[in-house]
Each structure stands twice: as structure tokens, then as C-alpha cells.
């Protein structure tokens, strides 16, 4: 997860970050996808990382990885099996991108 090591099963959402740095804008779509990833398409929680590649890195705007599943898995195996994982996913991934975009209590301003 960021250092070669890989998840066991489960989905997991990165975002460009190092020890000193990262995209906060990132880390929040990030987190708002793996929520939806979790919760709509009921995957097993990898969690949210930090990664430093070039895909992430590079780019301007908010970047994220999605890994949804790990294809050695077995029992992630059988969930890509399922005709409808795709649709799922995708629109767990869609959910997540527009609930990113919405004000959230920790970025609302004060009264």
C-alpha cells in the first residue's frame, strides 16, 4: 500500500501524498469514494492511502486510484465474477465523486 505491499481482498482508494505532502482535495475524493465503494457496493474496506506515482503526482486536478478489488483474491474473484459488479462499482465510484463535491460540516464556514 504505497510501499509495494498489496491488500489481502477489499477495495482501496489512493491519493498523491508523501511523508511531507500530499492533496487534501485528493484525499478527501479518496475517502468519499471508498465510502461509496463500501457502503453501495458493500466491497471489504481497504482503506485510504497515501501513493507518490505518477498518475497521482502529476496531474493539477484531484487524482485518485481505485483498486476495487485485488484479482488474486478468491473471494474478490467471485465478486468480479458477478455480471453486475461492474455497474455497482461504477456507480458506487459516481456516488462517491458527487458527495465529494457537496459542502461538508468540516468545510462549511462558521456562524
Not at 17 to 36: F, K, V, W
Not at 55 to 65: D, F, G, K, N
Amino acid at each position: 500500500l504505497g510501499s509495494g505491499e498489496q491488500l489481502a481482498s477489499g477495495s482501496a482508494c489512493f491519493h498523491y501524498g508523501t511523508p511531507t505532502t500530499r492533496s487534501p482535495i485528493g484525499e478527501r475524493l479518496a475517502g468519499s469514494i471508498q465510502s461509496a465503494l463500501t457502503r453501495d457496493a458493500h466491497l471489504a474496506d481497504g482503506g485510504v492511502h497515501p501513493l507518490s506515482i505518477a498518475i497521482l503526482r502529476e496531474t493539477r486536478m484531484p487524482a485518485v486510484r481505485v483498486e476495487p478489488l485485488v484479482t488474486t483474491s478468491p473471494a474478490d474473484a467471485q465478486l468480479a465474477a458477478d455480471p453486475g459488479f461492474p455497474e455497482r462499482v461504477g456507480g458506487a465510484i459516481a456516488s462517491g465523486i458527487r458527495a465529494s463535491s457537496l459542502p461538508s460540516a468540516d468545510l462549511a464556514p462558521s456562524r
